[in-house]
């Protein structure tokens, strides 16, 4: 997809472009059509990426676990019990990442993941937050039921129906009530309202798949262009793998078609690989295995799973398909 085209969408938005209702994930027409005065800045992941193994590295220092949610979110974890010794950690970790890579971040400070995650967007766009130890639940009362994890639309349309507005009112439910709403989660979930949440920190969690997808500025058939961009994925996918000393079996694609059906296909290989050739050449297996015809695409993607750091050697092709 060309940069800019009319199917580009917002990766972020500024906080200056909220308040004109701009959102992460919006198209960019419509971006613009709200803010005619938007400017918007061409992406440049490896930039961010740079920036991430920058901000990551300070991140580790001192701390016992650093468990990356995304290239600018973690969760660290620290020996201290004691809330004022963290929250003099988090202000040398804030002061330390604007000085040497030129960002702020926001931090929040609790005992529990759920917890520290809401402080920390509370204090967004360059702030610190602190909920001390047994004030979990009080901190967590009066917000709104769509802060608490895992409360999307539908759940949050049950609950107002209901008259359950606050975090709260979710910590209160009977357990009839919790059932009625959240299913077999649902005193986990009135848990997590209460501020209970006994998760640790996790370092280096395991690498699953890495993938890379396109969406087309304009709808593709099967043919060239289609196989052009195949070929492109496979690359992009190899690249990173290989930038990680990692390797994978499970090779597949992911395509939505111009009605927004998503179909999937994958095979695996009989060695963990990297090599662009052979995973483009199980991506082409799969793309024409799922037998598309004339259907326009609309994305593709090319996926690598079954990850694992495993030498790599040479090998035919595949072994039985999954």
Known sequence: MAWGGRRSVVLTASYEARPFGVRS????????????????????????????RTVFEIFGRGATAVEGLSLDEAYVGLVTEDVRVAAEYARSVRAAVRAEAGLTVSAGIAAQKMVAKIAS??????????????????YLAPMPVARLWGVGPKTQARLLAR??????????????????????????????????????????????????EQTFEYDLADGPALRMAL???????????????????????????????????????????????????AALLCLERAALGEAPVRLLGVRVASISEAPERQTSLFAPES
């Not at 198209?27 to 490896?46: H, M, N, T």
């Not at 990692?246 to 059906?261: A, E, M, P, Y």
């Open 231 to 281: 070929h492109e994925l496979s690359l992009d996918v190899a690249r990173r793998l290989q930038a990680h000393g990692l390797r994978g079996s499970t090779i597949g694609v992911k395509i939505r078609r111009s009605d927004f059906t998503t179909l999937g296909r994958q095979t695996t290989v009989a060695l963990p690989t990297r090599d662009p050739d052979l995973i483009e050449a």
């Open 25 to 52: 994930a919006m198209p960019l027409f419509k971006a613009r059509a709200l803010c005619p005065d938007l400017i918007v800045v061409q992406p440049d992941f490896e930039r961010y990426r740079e920036a991430s």
């Open 163 to 212: 008259g359950v507005e606050t975090i709260g009112q979710v910590a209160a439910l009977s357990d009839a009530l919790a059932f009625d709403v959240f299913g077999r989660a649902g005193k986990a979930m009135r848990d997590l309202a209460r501020g209970i949440d006994t998760r640790p920190v996790e370092a280096d969690r395991e690498t699953r798949s890495v993938s890379a």
């Open 121 to 138: 967007d509370a204090a967004k766009p360059d702030g610190l937050a602190v909920v001390a130890p047994g004030n979990e639940a009080v």
